[in-house]
Every structure is written in structure tokens, then in C-alpha cells.
């Protein structure tokens, strides 16, 4: 017999960004910011999404408005920097903004909270505030518009942002962070190549899933972990065939956000903890390692433990017809699920690309125990339901080569 | 007559969990410095951290216990402001800290419950979170750790010769 859902003796769950998705829903920018008293702001994007002209459809937003654009600032790097963080806060105080807009995937999106930190609590050095909880002051007025449908950064309450001199990822917590509004327009992912599309879906399945297998799990994590995982069933290899299809990238858009909302709260396990190592030592774009590494973290769960076993045999309903699904017992569930996920890496691989191993991805195999070494150290160690030492973390990497 | 309700309500001070509570932290504390002493993993997962580094495991208005780190030396220093730790571990208030001492919830249910939270660099809570399960295993029998850890270690000769250390270490230091 399934097992029954429990509910936790305690939790407690917190998301204040307001969402606006919809068609046209960009032309909400400018009320947005009148409501919450600004009206000059700054951008802040890349040059792959202004040279894609989705700027152009921000801008134009503001067309009629009493709002004026403080500044634009595209140089935001790959990997969001403190560099960068330092140039744009001053741009801002130079041109006296009152507001931030960031309009891009990840990083653009922790470059700005980056920003927002130096700005608010007025300060010179944004390494005094690494960590968790560090944050006294509120913060400016923040509008989020994301370019790609995968990292949920929208609505969590954390930024990673690198430090070059000192060769270090700073990783920034805390719920004074979370922009006031996310806007979801399915104009600002149209224009994103079918291999990113793939590999920022996988990215957010990856979330959903480990927000929900994860022991911080609760009632309200998990309604949105299942509502993004059936909105990611059912549109990601549309997504990755036909990326002009608004309806999906709307759908798959909102399904990024329902997942950063659930794992910002239930937090992630041992899969992202190898793909930030993985990330950060060989380079792999962060939703290709989930995607890669997600059947493997739950083949080792379920090697481990048999409550958390039942728990990924549970998802399997996502990823079937009811009455195929009531069909398999109920010990053979979990397999089942993993069986589906690697179907989909399978699927997107012939149509896009996307590398089903490590090495595929560039990985070399002298890598693997310094990732291992790494990924016991991350964050999301903490937040696995089981006990993980860098052997067992070598072994699904391993694996997963 | 005026109402109760308009008079100053002091709360109850909960004496007995606080200084409970405080009696816990100091034998983590000394649990640690033991711990540093005699086990080679946790000798080796401290030494990762900076060579000059405080960590603070305290309560929101409550009791605290620091932990200091200089050079090779690790050393337990009490109830201190943890104003200028290098990294916090901070549980929200006096009922959790209660609960969790007393093995009614474990230290990683603390964690996924939110019941406490981390002021400071993640990887270093990382590395504090192991070293604490190790001095945890030389506090406690085995069959209470289940109620603290996540896995049980194997009792051996040696965790019994450490426990032995660690409570003569903790004995001398209550009346020293």
C-alpha cells in the first residue's frame, strides 16, 4: 500500500513576491513601480538579451508613463560578479535611481540583488554580508522580469555572486532580498535556443523534485513543486520544438516560478549540491549537470532509503496517464519515475543536444573526487534526507560519467 | 477598579529550560575542544576553517556558548558576545533550544523545521555541523544519538575512551 503523506510537526514557508504573468503583462512595469513610490529606475541586463531586443520591449513599456529610465546597464558577465555589483551601485548613485529592474536569466538576476544589498544598507563592501541573515535594512523597490524558465530566481531569497580577486562564490541569504514583483511575459523567452530551453526546464524539474523528496518538504512547498513538475511534463519538449509557441513558453515560464518558489522554501538536495561543484570546477552550465545528474541522485536515494523511495515513486503520477499509472505496484514506482525523467533527458538529447553524461558535458574523469570533495561542502548537504559522504558522492558521479 | 489587562505583563522567565538549555551548550563547547583534541576527523575538518575563527551556537536572547579557533588550538570560552563571530549558529528561541537539547527534536529536524538559522559563510556551517555530530556522538550513548544525529556511528573502544576524556574535560571545567 502507498504510504501515507504526513504532514510536518513544523514548518514554516514565506514568498512575498508579487506575480504578474500574462500576455502584455510587461506593461505593468511602470504602475508597478508607481505603486511601491519610484520612478526613476535602472535596468540591469546582458548583452545577449539587449543584442536580442527584448530590452527594446521593456523600454517600450514605460511608453506614456511619468517613469523615466535612470539608467541601462548590459554588461552584466556570465557569472555574476562583484565587480560588476560595485560599477552598477555606483551608476545608480550617480544617477540617482530609486529603483532596480532586472531584466535576464540568473545572473543578471543575483547581479542585481547584489546591487540592492550595497544599495540599501549603504555600504562599500558586499563581502561584510555573505551568508545567511546578514541583511538589517529593506530594500529598494526590485521588479524582476526573467529572460529564460529555469533557476526561479525570481522569487527565491538567495544570490550567488562571484568574487574574482579572492577566487571565491559568495552565496547571499536571506528574505529581505526577494524582489517586490516578478513579471512573466512569454515575449521575453521566445527568442531562447532550444538547447538552453531544455536545459533551464530540466533545471526547474530538478527543483521541483528535490523541493518535494526533501526532508524541509511541506503541504504548501509541495503544491507547488507538483503544480510545476505537471506544468514541466507537460510542456518541455514543446518547448524545446517549438520555442515560438507563447502558450508554452508561458506555461514553462510559470512552472520555473512555482519551483523557485517550493525549493526556495524545502530547499534542494544532494543533486544540486554535485551540480554546483560541477558548475563551479568544470564549467557545465548548471541546468545541464541537474539534468544530467538528476536520475542518479535519485537512483542513490532510493538505494538508501525506502521512505524516500515511496516519496519519488509518488511523482510517477506526474508523468503518466492515471490509468497506466494505477497499474504499477506500488514498489515499483520509484524506478518507474527515474525511468520517465531519463526519457525526457533522452527525448531532449535527439532533439537539442543536451548531454546525457558528464563527460558528454566536458567533464574529465580526474575531476570527479575534487567535485565530490566540493559538493560535501555546499549548502544543499545540509537539506538531504540522507546522510551523504563524498564516497557516496563520488559513486553517483561516477555513475553519472 | 483599573484592569488587569492595562498593567505591565511581565512574562514568565522559563528559568529551568534556560539554564538547562545553557548546561547543554557548555558540554557541546567542551564536547568540541575535546573532540579537537582526540578525534583525527574532526581535528582534520576544523583545520579547514581560517586559522583565527569564532563560532557562536547561541539562543535568541538566551543562553550562548563561543568557540574560538587559533592556529592549531581550538578552545571553548563560554557565554560570549556573539557580536564578532565569524559565524552563528542561532536557534529562535528558548522552546527550540529546549526541545532540541533535550533529543525531542533532532539537530537535522531543527534544521528542516527552520527552527534555527546561520548567520555567516554556508561552507564553514558545513564543516561546524560535522564537527558538532562528532562531538555530539562523545556526549551522548548510543542509543540516545539517534534523537541528535542523522546516522549512528559504530561504537568502538576508542569513542568510549573519548567520551571518557570528554566528560572528565567537562567535569574539571564545571569547578575550575
Given at each position: 500500500m502507498q504510504k501515507k503523506e504526513e504532514c510536518p510537526k513544523y514548518y514554516e514557508f514565506f514568498n512575498s513576491v508579487k506575480i504578474i504573468s500574462g500576455y502584455k503583462a510587461l506593461d505593468n512595469i511602470a504602475s508597478e513601480l508607481d505603486m511601491l513610490g519610484a520612478r526613476k529606475p535602472i535596468i540591469i541586463t546582458d548583452k545577449g538579451v539587449s543584442q536580442a531586443g527584448l530590452i527594446d520591449h521593456v523600454v517600450n513599456s514605460f511608453g506614456g508613463t511619468q517613469v523615466a529610465i535612470g539608467a541601462l546597464y548590459d554588461d552584466t558577465p556570465v557569472d555574476s560578479s562583484i565587480v560588476a555589483v560595485n560599477e552598477i551601485a555606483g551608476i545608480y548613485r550617480q544617477q540617482e535611481c530609486d529603483a532596480i529592474i532586472a531584466v535576464g536569466g540568473g545572473s543578471v538576476i543575483d547581479t542585481a540583488k547584489g546591487v540592492n544589498i550595497v544599495i540599501s544598507e549603504e555600504a562599500d563592501d558586499l563581502m561584510k554580508f555573505t551568508g545567511n541573515n546578514?541583511?538589517?535594512?529593506?530594500?529598494?523597490?526590485?521588479?524582476?522580469?526573467?529572460?529564460?524558465?529555469?533557476?526561479?530566481?525570481?522569487?527565491?531569497?538567495?544570490?550567488?555572486?562571484?568574487?574574482?580577486?579572492?577566487?571565491?562564490?559568495?552565496?547571499?541569504?536571506?528574505?529581505?532580498?526577494?524582489?517586490?514583483v516578478a513579471i512573466l511575459d512569454p515575449v521575453m523567452t521566445m527568442s531562447m535556443p532550444p538547447k538552453i530551453t531544455a536545459a533551464t526546464a530540466m533545471d526547474a524539474l530538478t527543483h521541483a523534485v528535490e523541493a518535494y523528496i526533501g526532508p524541509q518538504k511541506n503541504p504548501v512547498s509541495d503544491a507547488f513543486a507538483f503544480s510545476a513538475i505537471e506544468l514541466i511534463k507537460a510542456n518541455i519538449i514543446d518547448a524545446a520544438k517549438n520555442g515560438k509557441d507563447r502558450d508554452v513558453r508561458l506555461a514553462m515560464a510559470n512552472a520555473s516560478l512555482l519551483a523557485g518558489i517550493s525549493f526556495s522554501n524545502s530547499m534542494v538536495g544532494i543533486v544540486h549540491a554535485l551540480a554546483h561543484a560541477t558548475g563551479g570546477l568544470c564549467h557545465v552550465p548548471h541546468g545541464v549537470a541537474n539534468a544530467i545528474l538528476l536520475p542518479h541522485g535519485l537512483e542513490f536515494y532510493i538505494k538508501k532509503s525506502p521512505d524516500i523511495a515511496a516519496r519519488i515513486g509518488k511523482l510517477l503520477r506526474f508523468f503518466m496517464e492515471p490509468e497506466d499509472y494505477a497499474k504499477i505496484p506500488v514498489n515499483e514506482r520509484e524506478k518507474n519515475t527515474v525511468a520517465a525523467i531519463r526519457d525526457?533527458?533522452?527525448?531532449?538529447?535527439?532533439?537539442?543536444?543536451?548531454?546525457?553524461?558528464?563527460?558528454?558535458?566536458?567533464?574529465?574523469?580526474?575531476?570527479?573526487?575534487?567535485?565530490?570533495?566540493?559538493?560535501?561542502?555546499?549548502?544543499?548537504?545540509?537539506?538531504?534526507?540522507?546522510?551523504?559522504?563524498?564516497?557516496?558522492a563520488l559513486e553517483i558521479l561516477k555513475a553519472a560519467f | 477598579?483599573?484592569?488587569?489587562?492595562?498593567?505591565?505583563?511581565?512574562?514568565?522567565?522559563?528559568?529551568?529550560?534556560?539554564?538547562?538549555?545553557?548546561?547543554?551548550?557548555?558540554?557541546?563547547?567542551?564536547?568540541?575542544?575535546?573532540?579537537?583534541?582526540?578525534?583525527?576527523?574532526?581535528?582534520?575538518?576544523?583545520?579547514?576553517?581560517?586559522?583565527?575563527f569564532s563560532f557562536?551556537?547561541?539562543?535568541?536572547?538566551?543562553?550562548?556558548?563561543?568557540?574560538?579557533?587559533?592556529?592549531?588550538?581550538?578552545r571553548y570560552v563560554g557565554e560570549k558576545e556573539a557580536y564578532h563571530a565569524d559565524l552563528e549558529l542561532v536557534l529562535k528561541n528558548i522552546e527550540f533550544a529546549y526541545l532540541m537539547m533535550t533529543g525531542r527534536i533532532s539537530t537535522p529536524d531543527a534544521v528542516y523545521h527552520n527552527r534555527q538559522f546561520v548567520r555567516g559563510n554556508l561552507a564553514y556551517m558545513m564543516t561546524m555541523i560535522r564537527v558538532l555530530n562528532i562531538a555530539q556522538t562523545l556526549l551522548f550513548p548510543n542509543f540516545l544519538l539517534r534523537f541528535y544525529i542523522k546516522t549512528v556511528p559504530r561504537l568502538t573502544m576508542k569513542t568510549m575512551v573519548n567520551r571518557a576524556k570528554a566528560y572528565a574535560n567537562a567535569t574539571i571545567g564545571l569547578f575550575a
Open positions: 546578514r541583511l538589517t535594512k529593506p530594500m529598494k523597490p526590485f521588479i524582476v522580469v526573467p529572460t529564460t524558465a529555469g533557476t526561479g530566481s525570481e522569487v527565491t531569497m538567495a544570490a550567488v555572486i562571484a568574487n574574482p580577486a579572492r577566487n571565491v562564490k559568495m552565496q547571499f541569504t536571506s528574505p529581505l532580498i526577494l524582489p517586490k525526457i533527458n533522452d527525448s531532449l538529447n535527439t532533439l537539442c543536444g543536451l548531454p546525457l553524461t558528464l563527460s558528454q558535458a566536458g567533464v574529465t574523469k580526474d575531476k570527479l573526487e575534487a567535485i565530490a570533495s566540493a559538493a560535501i561542502n555546499d549548502g544543499a548537504i545540509a537539506f538531504c534526507p540522507v546522510e551523504v559522504s563524498s564516497e557516496d | 477598579m483599573r484592569s488587569k489587562r492595562m498593567c505591565k505583563i511581565v512574562p514568565p522567565e522559563k528559568w529551568l529550560k534556560t539554564q538547562i538549555t545553557r548546561l547543554c551548550l557548555y558540554f557541546l563547547g567542551m564536547g568540541i575542544e575535546t573532540a579537537y583534541k582526540n578525534v583525527p576527523q574532526a581535528k582534520r575538518e576544523m583545520d579547514t576553517l581560517p586559522d583565527q557562536c551556537f547561541n539562543v535568541v536572547n538566551g543562553p550562548s556558548m563561543m568557540i574560538l579557533k587559533n592556529g592549531h588550538t581550538v
